[in-house]
């Protein structure tokens, strides 16, 4: 099996900066991967000024080039009732021009899922132009698509060559059964993973917990057997975000914890 590959996930530490400073901070805590909010659901999150600005962006890719450090992932786009998918297209552009491997699409709430495969169709083809497969994420928040099996069948029915499914540990572990629920699906369709840990035993409070994540061993997932069913080739995103040490413990310091647990378990 070829060595395991890493990827910085943006919600761990959207206080770095983006652009050409996360690229530097993922290549100082040993990641090979960086992936970025090129779309943003919501404003709590902050858009990487390399999507909009252009001397951010000449910046990143200067980053990436210098490092070696890749990028992997685009964040996030909600196929909502409310979205125009055209508005996709900076994001979209962005990640061709710096090289992105994948894009990631939820459907946060809407009712009409015949309007959310459509525009998801429509994403696809937007992101195939860039040469980017577009994965869908089913989290445990989510009023519409909340479970591996619902999303299985939507990526299906789209018949996109570039579809696939993102499994966040977290969200497969609250949501869908664990590693029962992972292997209802052919592992072909898995096209992004993200990692973290937790007590098999849920909380009362779930969306606490997603941004209180667990590092990697330090809960009671099986991450070797979530993993073993994945593709090998797949990088492994780290997504433990604790948002309670924000201001008080540094990003790279945070990165580098994760990225340590992580290889403790996978290297």
């Known amino acids: 099996m070829a060595a395991r590959r890493y990827s910085l996930e943006p919600l761990c530490v959207f206080d770095a900066g983006g652009g050409a400073d996360l690229v530097r901070l993922g290549a100082r805590t040993g990641y090979d991967f960086v992936s970025m909010f090129a779309h943003v659901p919501n404003s ?3 858009l990487d000024p390399a999507v909009n600005d252009s001397t951010a962006r000449k910046e990143m890719k ?3 080039a210098e ?3 890749r990028l992997l992932n685009l964040e996030c786009f909600n196929l909502d009732a409310d ?3 055209a508005s996709f297209a900076a994001a979209l552009e962005c990640g061709g021009d710096l090289g ?8 946060w709430e809407n009712p009409d899922l015949g309007d959310a495969l459509a525009k998801f169709q429509r994403l696809c083809d937007m992101a195939a132009e860039h040469g980017i497969k577009v994965n869908v994420e089913f989290f ?5 698509l909340p ?3 619902e999303v299985a069948e939507f990526v299906r029915g789209a018949g996109r060559t570039n579809a696939g499914i993102v499994i966040d540990v977290l969200h497969l572990m609250r949501t869908s059964g664990g590693l029962h629920g992972l292997r209802s699906i052919d592992p072909e369709w ?5 990692l973290c840990d937790g007590m098999l035993e849920a909380p009362a409070d779930l969306g606490a917990e997603m941004v209180a994540r667990l590092l990697p061993g330090a809960g009671q997932f099986p991450l070797r057997d979530i993993v073993a069913y994945c593709p090998d080739d797949l990088p492994l995103g780290v997504e433990a975000a604790d948002f309670s040490q924000m201001g008080t413990v540094s990003p790279e310091a945070r990165a580098a914890a994760m990225r340590r647990a992580a290889g403790a378990i996978f290297d």
């Not at 445990?140 to 519409?144: F, L, V």
């Not at 898995?190 to 993200?194: N, T, V």
Request: neutral net charge; glycine residues 6%.
């Open 44 to 46: 709590q999150l902050p």
């Open 62 to 64: 200067a980053a990436l």
């Open 67 to 69: 490092t070696g450090v």
């Open 83 to 85: 979205c125009d998918p």
């Open 100 to 107: 992105a491997a994948t894009a990631t699409a939820i459907v």
């Open 140 to 144: 445990a928040a989510a009023r519409s």
């Open 147 to 149: 479970t591996i099996v």
């Open 190 to 194: 898995i096209g992004a993973i993200q």
